[in-house]
């Protein structure tokens, strides 16, 4: 019938769409979750064939015009190692937590509309893909604008209905939209000036007409893109909604957010410093690299400190994970191999270990109701493995060799030493992963070596649905810490790719 | 060409003063009343610039369901806004003054407004325009202009440019700007060199339009980026469901509903129940029209929205209801979105890309382009009344409470 | 000539299987302790069966040519390996062979303190054992790295053992240093390394050549590479770094003794000699004049620690500070870059971790049979405690390099490379700080033998003056009540302490193997 | 078209644009900044609009009938920005219903719509939250030094 392989990039994002629509049509109980189980693997099962594909081709790169118009016209889909290596990690991230989400969900969400949000949850997964799979300016603004409509209904819903899940949605949306319109405004600044929305075509006119770099226009197009960006990736310090959006988001959300929102909206960073103004002008002739160092530098220290001081632990690891974006950003501001290679690799990397501690967090909630540092304390012994998830996804943070934080860290560091007068880079790279021992450490004493407070009911480990999909991902932050080939090799690739100006 | 500038030029003052008006009224009534004024201005100002299906979808969205959705609002929350202490809050000010200062620093090397050799103008899109699809002379499917083709020479096909000397004055600019010399804009008429002359013979004769239907804005919409349009469905499906998880409660069965207040109004009952046909058949129209002239499914489905929201305002939810069950509502909301995403698959399914409607020629033959357009400008129309839908009755449910 | 690497790769896994049964045995006490002396056992007779191996006379000849035993590639090109070779061979043989030694200690040790959380001891004891041999044998600095994390990571739970907030608060201080040296300062200079040379593996001769030569890496960066791994190998507690260790002698024991006499911080002092023998090399380090400065600061090191010490009235801390001071002999011979120098690092290493562990067995045994901490406490200790105080002594003069113990042998070596690298500085420093020596330890054993016990003293007044060290108040109270009517402490204690003095003397005599080892490491050297 | 006249349309879209950002930031009350923010939107429609604008041209709708048969009678604007602000004009009131429902929510639960006054709810919130964690750590610390002393003082009376 159909010849699957041949349509991989269109059918990860229409699969979702269309199976996402028919989901309201579930009914109610565990329908619903089991349907978006369903979708939600079938697209994992396509990212990764995309992924073997994008490897298999001579080109390196996979292509697909939509509606069968050429690319120059239509819309084009262009999968390169590097969207494919986001693809699978959205893909992925999205199935687990989809598959943890069921317990939390039913919690936290009242039971009437839980048909409505899985087709909230995987049209935001559908968003997130379709932004990651595509090679059209436009294109990324209108799934940006789905995946964001989508992560502010679903922030909304808050933990057991928590008044600040509005607000923090309602920052968010006012503060997402600004980012969006500037993002928006960037694209038509392009788009006048070069005629045309395919991202490589516009990178081709960037190239090819001379003395087009020069122009004003394109000079206000690429602040404002960038300062876009930095809102939708939460960069410090445009990060002002993040905080609080993953503190008073439903868990299952939370651990969503984490693992890939902010991933995707690096993605986009990605494509157009990269593929679309060419690392010559993002990196040469703006002075970007050296304002992309000083936030993320900022950054990983500021937030570092700050999550130290929560007591929230939800609100810690939101603040953790916006110093870990500014390693990500660091990386790709470096501009040179092993940064940008380390900058990929922490992407997947910081993915997984978020992702399984937000959930691990998440077990703690279901369990306890709570999250705050008292909440676990002595929890060691009565929620082992719990807990034991959220250490070694701590350790992963801190760059703890054979976890795959380790990893990223090694190419990070390696890039700040490549280039010129980088030492006090490195030194930021490696003071932020002593910022993640106090903060993680605090946990760890709580839960380990302190009894729990009097008065406080005993409690079960979490259950196997839970436990499952948290250890999955822990799981692939140890084996990918200590077999990073594959990894360091698709980091590398993407980041030759991206060096080289062409997708 | 300066009738343009000057009706611009007036409108665009009105609606700068508007705006400001609507940030500092304190009544927010008046605010969203002034916002229904500022939008209809803005759609005065699109059919200015010729852009009739932006103008047609301004009118519909801003002054119609966004006032609504405004008004719907202001009901359950405030009337006025809270006095401010300050007058003037510096720190916005500044950090409004230095964004603008930036954007109006990136203006200075645009094209000048209206140049027709700005990029835009005679790059991508005239080459698409050019381009042959559906069943012509013969052939099936779509191909691209030869090989040589120039795109600058469709100057020609789009008939008055190259004859339009340029006025030296217009164009001085052009040498000042970095764009100019180093030719992005391209400062020599084309058209009138003997090559370009030549050229022309790849171009199709101007009675045809390659298989494009007429409305080249539908064109673009439903079929070379009837992709974006898929999803800007889904954009609107989303915030459909998005208020359902946030407003909707759970309906008490045996609730008295508020009996329609409107319905002893003798005139307004027989005028609306005649006029609601019609409504409903305009929105059809629309919609179907869409391909020849302005409108299309987005503007179609918000006239039918209407016509919908005026039974209810009249004959009260209850009758509404009895028409449309709020679960029909809320499963239509998705089949729109599956309708065109369906039209998608269907193509894909038939062998080809993707939403590629050249394959629909085998369930209608040489009218493959046409049957993909309307059946998207369908669905697009479905889920977009029935969320209209959706929300007023959300926002009406929460007035009853 | 076939290099069979298997048993290195064994001697990891077997503490690791260990430490598995441990675990699962965790709730039938003798079984979980006997499958860690059975452990023990086995882990000795592994290392040992290397040994052979790392003596053959033409051991350099295939060493450079012998692929190393890859278990896995990290990152592209960088490789967990394993490859053997005479220093780590001495750390590996030390630390195993005391392990046995440790585990019946400790037996005694936490049964008759009645400790709790005992399975996760041994587990976490097990783990930490592992990662010293994956230490040891590391074939690159990358898998030394990883190693020495792991080292630091699984002696955590034991130095917080207790879970007081004193506890606690100490083993922050002991991550908090270790973590932040090695992170701050080992990873960065090992990702430099990595960055200028793409070789992390260890060779005679050190890496740096071909940067050097071709000029891609100048002098100074060479020097503050030098300075990075330095103070980066915090385990080896050269001052101002060395804060950690006495706050880890909040840890029972047993840990001190092994871990913190012995394998953690002989960890530290080893990976010194390994980076600055393969890694620089001392050859590149006299060439481009750098790292002398390295003399100095362990030479200050040795001084003050051994000042400090003086006036340190709590027995493991004064031990703490003895061993700080110990650390660096190996850091100052590594230092003098000289072929015998480099042997005296590697014998002292061995040599001091005999005399060290006897020590804190002692102080072990005179606090589970008479609860007493405090050097001042000791009075007329001896005659109750005879063997315990017996290998004390025995302990003591081996720190302070008397013969016939093996301190005396490693300390020779010393003296002879300052003589003939003529740095007067040392010798004065070996000079002084062994009367220090003398100062600090002869006192204790006076107190213990030549003075009456004490009979009116007023316990509780030194129960709350331990600085919290053994924090725990149950233990105190206990201790009241059976305040002056001690013996010995429990059999295995006393068994384990006796071993080890007499190792301690038998080195003197029987050094043979320990001698071949170093000159095997000093051919290794010579170009 | 010369001069400032011809970059007019692109200074009026920042004008209208920064009129709304002003308004999102300085505006406390959440409708006025949803309402601040269309208007930030509609200035971006308007730069779009006018990049699409050509002279002496109509709209792009191809077809004039002249004896019988169609006939171009350009120059057209370009369609090709009509169709992305079509889009983003959608894009725009879904953002708006969104936030006007999360706005409805927020006075329900709130009983306000004004942001500083929600804030220095929220703030009170994690006060009220803080504040029982450390008083619990208070109660803790004090518990645990009593206990300390206690068994202190137990010592004694045993020595």
Same mark, same amino acid.
């Given at each position: ?11 990860i994002?229409?699969?979702p769409?269309i199976?996402g ?6 009914g109610r109980?565990w329908k619903?979750?089991a ?5 939600t693997?079938?697209?994992?099962y ?5 992924m ?7 080109t390196?790169?996979v ?12 819309i084009?889909?262009?999968v390169?190692a ?5 693809l699978?990690?959205v ?9 943890y989400?069921?317990?939390s ?10 048909n409505?949000?899985y087709a ?6 559908t968003?997130l893909?379709?932004?990651t799979?595509?090679?059209d ?5 209108v799934l ?17 209905m928590?008044r600040g ?6 920052r ?12 928006l ?17 516009m ?7 001379p ?9 206000v197009?690429f602040a404002?893109?960038?300062a876009?960006?930095?809102m939708?990736?939460?960069?410090f310090p ?11 988001a ?18 986009m ?6 593929t679309?103004?060419?690392?010559g ?7 970007s690299?050296?304002?992309l160092?000083?936030?993320a530098?900022?950054g990983?220290?500021?937030t570092?400190?700050?999550a130290i001081?929560?007591t929230n ?20 501001a ?16 910081h ?8 959930m ?15 909440s ?18 701590g ?5 703890f ?14 890039g ?8 006090p880079?490195?030194?930021?790279v ?6 993640a021992?106090?903060y ?15 008065g406080?009911p005993?409690?079960?480990e ?14 692939a ?14 980091a ?12 | ?6 009706i ?5 003052l009105?609606v ?16 969203a009343?002034l916002t ?5 201005l803005?759609a ?5 610039m ?9 009118a ?14 202001l ?7 809270k ?6 809050h510096?720190?916005?000010a ?12 990136g203006?200075?090397?645009?094209p000048r ?18 381009q042959?699809?559906?069943?012509v002379?013969?052939t099936?499917g ?14 020609s096909?789009? $008939?008055a ?9 217009d164009?001085?600019?052009?040498e ?10 391209v400062?020599?008429?084309?058209g009138?060199?003997?090559q370009?002359a030549?050229?022309?013979h790849h171009?199709?004769p101007?009675?045809d ?9 539908t064109?673009?919409l ?13 954009v609107i ?13 759970p ?13 002893d109004?003798t ?13 409903l ?5 629309v919609?179907t ?6 409108? $299309?499914g ?15 305002l ?7 209801y ?11 909301t998705?089949?729109?979105?599956l ?9 894909l399914l038939l062998g080809?890309k ?6 629909l020629d085998?369930?209608?033959p040489?009218? $493959?382009?046409?049957? $993909?357009?309307t ?8 889920t977009?009344s029935m969320?209209?839908?959706n ?9 009853s409470? | ?7 290195p790769l ?7 299987i260990?430490?598995l049964?441990i ?13 860690t ?7 000795f007779?592994?290392?040992?069966g290397i040994v ?7 051991f350099w000849?295939?060493y450079?040519?012998?692929p190393?035993?890859r ?13 053997v ?9 030390i ?7 440790n ?7 936490m ?10 001891f ?14 040891a ?6 898998t ?20 007081t ?12 240093i270790?973590v932040?040296?090695?992170?701050c300062?080992l ?7 990595y960055a200028?040379?793409?070789?992390l593996?260890?060779?005679?001769g ?26 980066g ?7 101002p770094?060395h ?8 840890a029972?024991?047993?840990?001190s ?10 960890a530290?002092v080893?990976t ?16 481009y004049?750098q ?5 100095y600061?362990?030479g200050?090191t040795?001084l003050i620690?051994?000042f ?5 009235d709590?027995?493991k ?5 003895s061993?700080?001071?110990?650390l ?12 015998i120098?480099?042997?005296a690092a ?9 005399g ?12 589970t ?8 406490q000791l009075?007329?200790i ?14 003591a ?7 016939p ?13 300052a003589w ?8 004065g ?35 709350s003056?331990t600085?919290g ?13 059976h305040?002056?009517?001690h ?5 295995p204690?006393?068994l ?24 095997q ?7 | ?6 970059i ?8 209208l ?16 900044q949803?309402?601040?923010?269309g ?6 429609f ?8 050509i ?11 002249q004896?019988?048969a169609?006939?171009?009678?350009g ?7 009509h ?5 983003a004009?959608?894009v725009s009131?879904s953002?708006?219903a ?8 927020i006075?329900?639960?709130?009983g306000t ?11 009170a919130d ?7 964690g450390a ?10 030094e009593g206990h300390?002393l206690?068994h202190?003082h ?6």
């Open positions: 019938m159909v010849d699957v392989q041949a349509h991989l990039p269109v059918l994002v229409t699969v769409l199976g629509i028919l989901t309201i049509a579930t109980g619903p979750w349907w978006a189980t369903f979708l693997g079938t697209v994992f396509f990212t990764i064939r995309l073997m594909q994008v490897l298999a081709s001579k390196g790169m292509s697909y015009e939509l509606g069968n118009w050429p690319r120059q016209w239509g084009e889909y262009r390169d590097l969207n494919a290596f986001i699978l990690i893909g992925g991230v999205g199935f687990i937590t989809t598959i989400a069921k317990l969900v039913e919690k936290e969400i009242p039971a009437d509309r839980v409505f949000f909230v949850w995987v049209l935001a997964i968003g893909l379709g932004i799979v595509t090679g300016a436009f294109n990324v603004y940006l604008e789905i995946s964001s409509l989508t992560v502010y209904a679903l922030i909304a819903m808050g933990k057991d928590h899940a509005l607000t923090a949605s309602l968010y949306l006012i503060l997402g939209s600004v980012g969006a319109s500037f993002i405004l960037g694209i038509g600044y392009l788009m006048m000036i070069t005629g045309t929305l395919n991202m490589q075509d990178h081709d006119r960037l190239m090819s007409v003395g087009i770099l020069e122009s004003r226009t394109v000079l197009a404002f893109l960038l876009g960006l930095g939708k990736m939460a960069m445009l990060h002002m909604w993040l905080p609080r959006a993953y503190t008073y439903p868990s299952a959300v939370s651990a969503l957010l984490a693992a890939t929102a902010t991933k995707v909206g690096v993605y960073a990605f494509r157009f410093l990269f679309i103004f060419g690392v002008f993002s990196f040469g002739m703006m002075p690299g050296l304002v160092l000083l936030c530098s900022a990983i220290l500021v570092g400190v700050t001081r929560q632990l939800k609100r810690m690891l939101a603040y953790s994970s916006v110093g870990q974006l500014g390693y990500i950003v660091l990386g790709f470096l501009a040179n191999l092993h940064g940008i290679a380390g900058s990929v690799a922490h992407i997947f990397n993915a997984v270990m978020k992702g399984g501690m937000f691990a967090l998440g077990a703690v909630v279901y369990r306890t109701g709570r999250c705050d540092i008292r676990v304390r002595g929890l060691g012994k009565q929620m082992p493995l719990t807990l034991a998830a959220f250490t070694v996804g350790l992963g943070l801190i760059g060799p054979l976890t795959a934080g380790f990893i990223s860290k090694w190419y990070l560091v390696q700040c030493l490549e280039r010129p007068g980088g030492w880079l490195a030194a930021v490696l003071i932020g992963s002593l910022l021992v106090v993680t450490w605090r946990v760890v004493e709580a839960a380990y070596f302190q009894e729990p407070d009097p406080t005993p409690v079960e979490a259950p196997l649905m839970m436990l499952i999909p948290m250890w999955t991902l822990i799981g932050s140890i084996y990918f810490g200590i077999n990073a080939t594959f990894t360091g090799h698709i590398l690739t993407a980041a030759r790719s991206l060096l080289g100006g062409a997708p | 060409m300066t009738s343009v500038v000057l611009d030029t007036v409108l665009l009105l700068t003063v508007t705006a400001i008006a609507i940030i500092e009224v304190r009544n927010l009534y008046t605010s009343m229904s004024v500022y939008s209809l803005m005065l100002v699109w059919v200015n010729h852009s009739m299906d932006v103008a047609f979808t301004e519909a969205v801003g002054g119609g369901i966004s006032t609504i959705l405004l008004i719907g609002t009901v359950h929350t405030a009337r006025e806004e006095p401010l202490k300050v007058r003037v510096w720190k916005a500044v950090v409004t003054a230095l964004t603008g200062a930036a954007l109006i620093y203006t200075f090397d645009m407004f209206g140049d027709p050799k700005a990029p835009i103008h005679h790059f991508r899109v005239p080459e698409m325009m050019a042959t699809v559906g069943f002379n013969g099936k779509k191909q691209a202009p030869p090989e040589g083709f120039d795109a600058r020479a469709y100057r096909f789009n $008939g440019v190259t004859s339009v000397p340029d006025d030296p004055k164009t001085a600019w052009r000042t700007s970095v764009l100019a010399q180093h030719g992005i804009i400062p020599e008429v084309l009138s060199h003997p370009h030549e050229a022309g171009l199709h101007p009675d339009f390659n298989g494009h239907v007429p409305n080249s804005v064109s673009l439903a079929a070379y980026r009837g992709y974006d349009t898929m999803f800007e469905t889904t499906f989303t915030a459909g469901v998005s208020l359902i998880m946030l407003l909707r409660r309906r008490r069965e045996g609730q008295a509903q508020k009996s329609a207040p409107l319905l109004q005139i307004l009952r027989v005028v609306s129940k005649m006029s609601i046909p019609f409504i058949l305009f929105g059809l129209y919609i029209h869409g391909e020849l002239g302005p409108g $299309g987005f503007q179609g489905g918000v006239v039918i929205a209407c016509a919908f929201i005026l039974y209810a009249i004959f009260g939810r209850p009758a509404l009895r028409v449309l069950p709020p679960p029909v509502i809320d499963m239509l998705g089949l729109g979105v309708v065109y995403s369906g039209t998608g698959a269907a193509c080809g993707f939403l590629d409607y050249s394959m085998t369930v209608s040489g009218e $493959g382009e046409a049957l $993909g357009m059946l998207v400008e369908y669905g697009v129309g479905i977009v969320v209209m839908l929300i007023f009755n959300q926002l009406a449910e929460e007035e409470r | 000539m076939t290099f069979d690497l298997s048993p064994l001697a990891i896994y077997i503490p690791l260990g430490a049964l675990a699962l045995a965790g709730r039938w006490a003798n079984l979980r302790e006997g499958i002396l059975g452990t023990a056992a086995a882990l007779y592994t290392v040992i052979p191996r790392v003596l053959a006379p033409d000849a295939g450079a040519k012998a190393p035993l278990l896995i590639e990290v990152v592209p090109n960088v490789f967990l390996e394993l490859k070779e005479p220093l780590g061979m001495i750390f590996a043989l630390a195993s062979a005391l392990w046995i030694l585990s019946l200690y400790s037996i005694g040790y049964r008759g303190n009645q400790e709790r959380h005992q399975t996760r041994y587990v976490c004891f097990a783990l930490a054992i592992s990662s010293v041999m994956g230490l044998f590391a074939g690159n600095l990358f030394l790295f990883v190693f020495y994390e792991m080292l630091t990571l699984t002696t955590y739970p034991l130095v917080a053992h207790k879970g907030a004193e506890a606690l608060r100490s083993a922050r201080t002991y991550l908090g270790l932040v040296t090695s992170v300062f990873l960065a200079g090992i990702i430099a390394t200028y040379t793409h070789d593996s260890f060779k005679p050190g890496v740096f050549t071909k940067a050097l030569a071709s000029g891609e890496l100048s002098a100074p960066v060479l020097g503050t590479l030098f300075l990075l791994y330095m103070y190998i915090g385990k080896a507690a050269l001052m770094m804060r950690w260790l006495p706050a880890a002698m909040v029972p024991t047993p840990v003794a092994l871990l913190h006499a012995v394998a953690v911080v002989k530290g080893f010194v000699v390994k980076v600055i023998v393969y890694t620089f090399g001392p050859l590149t380090l006299i060439k004049h790292g002398s400065w390295l003399i600061v362990a200050a040795i620690a051994s400090i010490a003086l006036f340190q709590n027995l801390r004064r031990l703490a500070y061993t700080v001071s110990q660096s002999y190996v850091i100052i011979a590594a230092a003098l870059l000289s072929p120098s480099i042997m590697a014998l002292h290493i061995a040599a001091h971790a005999f060290k562990i006897t020590l804190f067995f002692a102080a072990g045994s005179i606090y049979a008479a609860h007493k901490t405090e050097v001042s009075d007329g001896g005659r109750r405690m005879p063997f315990t105080m017996g290998a004390f002594t025995i302990g003069l081996s720190m302070i390099g008397l013969p113990t093996a301190g005396f042998i490693s300390k020779w070596y010393l003296l002879t490379a003939e690298t003529e740095y007067a500085f040392v010798v420093v070996i000079i002084l700080s062994t009367l220090l020596n003398a100062g600090y330890f002869l006192p204790i054993i006076y107190r213990a033998f030549f003075r009456p016990s004490p009979r009116a003293a007023n316990p509780g007044r030194h129960a003056s600085d060290l053994f924090g725990d108040e149950d233990d105190h109270s206990h201790a009241h009540g305040h002056g009517e013996g010995e402490a429990p059999w204690m006393v384990a302490l006796c071993c080890t003095a007499a190792a301690t003397i038998a080195f003197f005599f029987y050094s043979d193997l320990a001698i071949d080892l170093a000159t490491l000093r051919k290794g050297l010579l170009p | 078209m010369t001069g400032v006249l011809g007019y349309n692109y200074w009026i879209y920042v004008i644009m920064m009129i709304g950002l002003y308004g999102v930031i300085a505006k406390p009350n959440l409708i006025k949803a309402i601040a923010l208007l930030f939107q509609t200035g971006i308007l730069y779009y609009i006018s990049m699409a604008v002279d002496g041209g109509t709209a792009p709708v191809w077809t004039t009938v004896d019988g169609q006939k171009f009678q120059p057209y604007d370009n369609p090709l920005p169709v992305l602000i079509l889009t004009i959608v009131v953002v708006l969104v936030a006007l429902a999360l706005i409805i929510n006075k329900r639960r709130y719509i004004e942001a500083d006054e929600i804030e220095a709810m929220d703030i994690r006060l009220a939250e803080f504040h029982a008083a619990a750590d208070a109660v803790d610390e004090a518990a645990a300390g206690e202190a137990g010592g004694h009376h045993h020595g």
